[in-house]
């Protein structure tokens, strides 16, 4: 490892909700979540051009941010419960502001969807398992780190 590496751990990472759209609260996501899978969710074009002697070529053409948040259900905590008591709701319910700051400090911010709502399930002897994903509805506001001089 080098002299100026810093690797940084994901439980660095802050995930934030607002209860809908008008939500003026963040309500952290950290209580009972154990993993936390970010996905891109590329859309490429693929094309194999006769000026290319027949070889492809790939263009990105569309991503869409989406974080897959697993663990256990924690029933004392209000992101969990906002987010479990949309299970039964569709359309604009679903619509939150959404906030990713990094563990140096930068964040991503924006209109969101949370959707693939598991509710507890698992083992008799188990905590209840659940899962749900957060996509950035479009691309969120990037806002890096401040610089500490």
């Known amino acids: ?69 697993s663990g256990d259900r924690d029933y004392n905590d209000d992101a969990q419960n906002y987010i479990f008591g949309l299970a039964t709701k569709t359309g604009p319910d679903r619509k939150t502001n959404f906030t990713v700051t990094e563990p140096n400090g930068d964040s991503y911010t924006g209109k969101a969807t949370i959707s693939e ?6 083992d008799a002897n188990s905590k209840g398992e659940v899962e749900f994903t957060i996509s950035f509805d479009g691309l969120p506001t990037f806002t890096p780190a401040p610089v500490v001089p």
Do not use: C, H, W
Request: proline residues 4%; charged residues 20%; glycine residues 16%.
């Open 1 to 69: 490892m080098g002299a100026n590496s810093a690797f940084l751990l994901n439980y660095g990472y802050t995930f934030e909700v607002t209860e809908g759209l008008a939500g003026v609260t963040q309500l952290p996501i950290a209580a009972g979540i154990t993993n936390v899978e970010p996905d891109s969710n590329e859309e490429s074009d693929e094309k194999y051009y006769y000026d290319g002697g027949g070889l492809g070529e790939r263009d990105v053409i569309g991503i869409m941010l989406t974080y897959a948040f």
């Open 117 to 122: 709502i598991k509710l507890p399930g698992g």
